[in-house]
Structures are given as C-alpha cells and as structure tokens.
C-alpha cells in the first residue's frame, strides 16, 4: 500500500500537468484569437475615422451618385479627372464600413490604402483600373497582412509581398482597401471561422453568403466593393455571387495567376481552383479580366499563358448553339433552379439563339470518384494536418470521416449501401489511395474530360446553360449539404471556364411547389435541401454559364447575353 500510494500521486501529478499545459496551450491560443478580433475592430475604428474626416473636409460630395455608377461609367470619369479619386475611394470606405457592420465581411482594412490615394495622379497613361477600390479575399496574399484561411496558427504572420495578381491590380491603378472573410480552411460554402466569425447574407441575415469568397459576396452584395477577387474550388466564387445576388466568374485554371494565392488543400490537382473576379455586373467582369491579362502578368508569372483578352469574341453579336439541362440528375433543383434555367432559354430561343439538350451523364460517380477522391486522395491527412492546435474543427459535416480508418471506412460503406448508397459512396471516396490508384484516377479524369468535349462538339456547341444552386441557404446549411455542390464542382473536374448570373428571384409558387420536394434518392441530404431553402420569396436564383477550356472570353460574352435579356424581360432587377 506505501509503494502504491507514490505512484499514484505520480500519476496524478503528471495528469494535472498534462491538464496544465493543455489549459495554457489553449489560452495563448485565445489570446491570439482575442488580439485578431481586437485588430478587426480597430480596422472598422480607422475606417470610421477615415470617413468622418473625409465627410467634415467634403460635407458636398454626392456619395449615393457614386455608389450608383457602374464600374465601366466609373472607371471613364476617374481616368479623365471628372472625378476626384479620393471621392470614390471614401464613398467606397464608407459603405464598406456599413456593409461590415450589417454583416461581418470584412476582417482587416489596408490603411495604406489611403497612401496610395494620396500618391496617385492621373499623369500621363494610366491603368484601366485606375483609382478602383478593391476588395481581396482573405487568402490572397497582400503584403503586410495575414492569409488566415480561419487558422489561428496564421495569425500574426504578415505576407512578404503582394500576390501577382495584386500586383497587376496596382500596376493597373486599383487600390486594394479590404481583405474579407472565408470558412475555415476554404473547404465549406458557408462563411465562418472562429477568429472572425459568422458572416451573413445581405439581403436575409438568416441566410449564408455562401463560399469560400463569402466575405466578398456579401460585401458587393450589399454595395460596399464595386470589384473583388477570389478563388473557386468547387464553387467558391459562384456561390457567393449565385446567394448574393449578384454575378462571378471561375476561368479555366491557369489563365490567370494562383502565385501568392493560399490553397485550401496545396498540392492536390484532381481538381483545378482558380482565381477570378466578382461583381455586380458581367460587363465589370470583362473589364476587370481585360485589365489582369496583360504583359505584367505574363512576366510576374511566366506560367500564365500570354494570351491577352480577345475583344473581338467578346463583342461578338454572332448568334450562339447553347446547350442546356435542367438537372444533372444527382441534386434535384429548386422549384425556382428550374424554372430559372427554363425562363432563360425561353429568352435566348426568343433572341435567336439556337437551344440544344444536353444529357448529363454520371454525375454521382464524378462527384465521388473524381471530385470527392480527387480532393482527399491522401484520405484527408494533409488537410486534417491543418487543424492541427487549432481550438476547434472545421464546420466540414463528414470531417470526422476522414479521421477513421481505412478498414472502418470500407465496412461502413458495405453496410450502409442499400439503403444510404450516397452516404455509401461518401465514405469509400474518402480512403486513403496508393500513388498508383492517384495516377489512374488523374487518367480517368483526362479521359472523361476528353468524352466531355467530344459530346459537346459532336452537338456543334458555343457555350452551355446550366442550374446554379439557389436561393441562398439557410446558415448553417452547407455543411450538412456538401453534396450540393454537384452543379459546380463539376466545370471545377473539367477545368472549363463558367460564371453565374441572377437571372430571376423565387416566386410564391416556387415556395408552394417546394413543398413536394423530395429529392432523386429521398434520404438525408434530399431533405435537408428543401428545409435549408424554404421561405425564400423575393431572393435571387441564378443560372451558370460554361465555355469550353481557355474560351473565357466567350463564356463573359453569353453571360453578357443571359444578363441583358434577364434585365430586359425584367425578370431580376
């Protein structure tokens, strides 16, 4: 009994040190956490302060005209000196201070902005961008400032130079002034973390902005950027834009530079991101690609393809052969998905444009088998490595998934097959591959990419009309519906060019007819789907645009197409 009773107290005293260290571990953590919040705060203090004394030196400048002009109409007036680039600049300030206020987009004010403001005189030739202000996603390299992705470990680690496609942005005028926020780790179309928060809708509180880019979408949703640039994985542009009300485009992988961009998951390439532009309308889109794709970008990165933007397709008034489908079977659309998709071609048909079906084949084993697999080939070790010291998990729904064991994963897909067969084909995506079945899976992705285009030449199509996922869901929602981002993640697979246009808002007989939702396969994420977007009257519903590999150009020019008889038929104003 005396022999025992000090190897108990060993025991005990290496358990309350264990406990004591784990106690000061997480403290310096939130203390981290706290000293980013509190520098968040004083970014909105030194964007109130900046405001105030703008309005007290200029109590007459017209900060609503302003605000109202579109980019193109701005852009002209700021290059020709009609207006004073300090006047848009604060106007801007001013309505993204509010819009961060209303709902939490914005995690960090670039004061030296303002510098730059100063430093700027419209001398000589000028960039086409010339004194924008310019929203960048967190992740975004700015020199100066954090890329958190919502990890606390990249807190307090200042980049040491800007992203070159920030680069290009100043060299072409525009002026960087906010980073917004993100999901922890990018992964997620939702838009929270636990440094800086939830961040909302804002056109329903209730409503996510969608992601990753949700502090973006909610930003220029709400009218406080008139121009900001993300990236997109599997959606993360265009759900933002598609929940906000507003337009984005994803290019084909490489046509602009992802050097100084932070990756969600590094390394993989089963599925290609890219970084594009967001914003309220599509002609701001081509302007802004118009600026990026130029001699400097091809020099900052010379694995960017020198193909600056071709205006001729662009302005092309030629009438298109557009292919169409109203589901990709795998994701039953919305009442108002659909109907979206059948009002825009009824108005393309109407224009004199030709409308083919296109039947989607397999979506339920490309999502799986290419973008499931391909994302987590490793079985999820390197993207669980992220959290590793981190206070708190992703919001990713299956994230304990790729925790368990190979063996575990198999005889749980076994067992719930014949009656959950996605849930079945969730978890057998999610083992850990040999380098050998990597390899094969990137051929069957070439392979299928090749089917692809040759289905689509043999319809001897221009461009293609698909669903976008819609109205905004609930908050909360998307990560209990990761298998909604089939409409999306696909053109991600295929690497094509696509973007989103709101093309109408839901109606009370979507709401009615939703009430009979149920779904291709009736189980948890059907039913969920209808629950995370009931009561959604009065909200923007989208279509997604695609073009084929390195056609941007053509993909913006029918986005153009789809926006201008959207607005003319004054289905979404």
């Not at 509190?38 to 203090?45: A, D, G, H, I, P």
Request: glycine share 8%; with cysteine; proline share 6%.
């Amino acid at each position: 009994m005396q022999l025992r009773l000090p190897a108990v107290l060993c025991c005990s005293a290496a358990s309350l040190l264990l406990l004591l260290l784990r106690w000061r571990r997480r403290s310096g953590l939130w203390r981290k956490v706290k000293a980013a919040q509190r520098r968040q705060e004083r970014s909105l203090v030194q964007m109130e302060t900046a405001v105030q004394r703008f309005r007290e030196q200029h109590p007459s400048v017209n900060v609503v005209s302003i605000l109202n002009l579109p980019l193109p109409e701005l852009t002209k007036k700021l290059r020709d000196g009609s207006l004073p680039l300090e006047h848009v600049f604060y106007a801007y300030v001013g309505k993204a201070l509010q819009m961060a206020t209303e709902t939490n987009c914005i995690t960090e004010y670039l004061q030296e902005s303002e510098t730059q403001v100063q430093k700027a005189k419209p001398a000589g030739k000028v960039g086409l961008l010339y004194g924008v202000p310019v929203s960048l996603k967190d992740s975004i390299d700015c020199q100066g400032h954090d890329s958190t992705l919502g990890f606390i470990k990249n807190i307090n680690k200042p980049m040491a130079e800007d992203s070159v496609v920030v680069q290009v942005l100043r060299r072409q005028g525009a002026i960087p002034f906010v980073k917004t926020n993100v999901p922890q780790s990018l992964i997620s179309y939702d838009c929270n973390n636990l440094i800086f928060g939830q961040t909302f809708n804002p056109l329903l509180y209730t409503r996510s902005p969608g992601g990753s880019t949700g502090g973006e979408g909610a930003l220029i949703g709400g009218g406080g950027s008139i121009l900001g640039f993300g990236t997109d994985l599997g959606g993360s542009l265009r759900f933002p834009a598609a929940f906000c009300g507003i337009c984005a485009f994803k290019p084909t992988g490489n046509r602009l530079s992802k050097k100084g961009v932070v990756a969600g998951i590094p390394g993989q390439k089963a599925v290609t991101a890219a970084v594009g532009p967001i914003a309220k309308d599509v002609e701001s889109l081509a302007l802004s690609m118009r600026a990026l794709l130029c001699e400097d970008m091809f020099s900052l990165d010379s694995s960017v393809p020198p193909l600056p933007f071709n205006e001729e397709v662009y302005s092309s008034t030629q009438p298109l052969r557009i292919g169409y489908y109203e589901t990709d079977f795998f994701t039953m659309p919305s009442p108002s998905m659909r109907r979206a998709i059948r009002e825009t071609k009824q108005l393309l048909e109407d224009a004199g444009h030709t409308l083919v079906p296109f039947e989607l084949m397999n979506v339920d084993y490309v999502f799986f088998n290419f973008c499931v697999r391909g994302v987590f080939a490793d079985g999820g070790t390197s993207f669980l490595r992220k959290f590793k010291g981190e206070l708190e998990e992703s919001s990713l729904g299956l994230l304990w998934l790729m925790k368990s064991p190979n063996w575990l994963k198999n005889v749980l897909s076994w067992i719930t097959k014949p009656f959950m067969p996605r849930f079945s084909a969730m978890l057998a995506s999610m083992r850990a591959n040999t380098v050998d079945q990597v390899w094969s899976l990137h051929h069957e992705i070439e392979e299928f990419s090749q089917q692809f285009i040759a289905q689509w030449k043999k319809l001897n199509l221009d461009v293609m009309l698909c669903p976008m996922l819609g109205p905004a869901l609930g908050i909360g929602y998307p990560s209990k519906l990761s298998v909604a981002v089939s409409y999306t993640m696909l053109y991600n697979a295929l690497d094509f060019p696509a973007g989103v246009v709101p093309v109408t808002t839901v109606t009370e007989e979507d709401e009615e007819e939703l009430k009979g939702y149920q779904g291709y396969f009736r189980d948890f994420w059907d039913r969920t789907m209808a629950k995370a977007i009931r009561g959604s009257v009065g909200l923007p519903v989208s279509v997604q645009c695609v073009a084929l590999p390195w056609q941007e150009e053509l993909c913006l020019r029918f986005m153009k197409e789809v926006e201008t008889l959207a607005l003319k038929n004054n289905s979404f104003i």
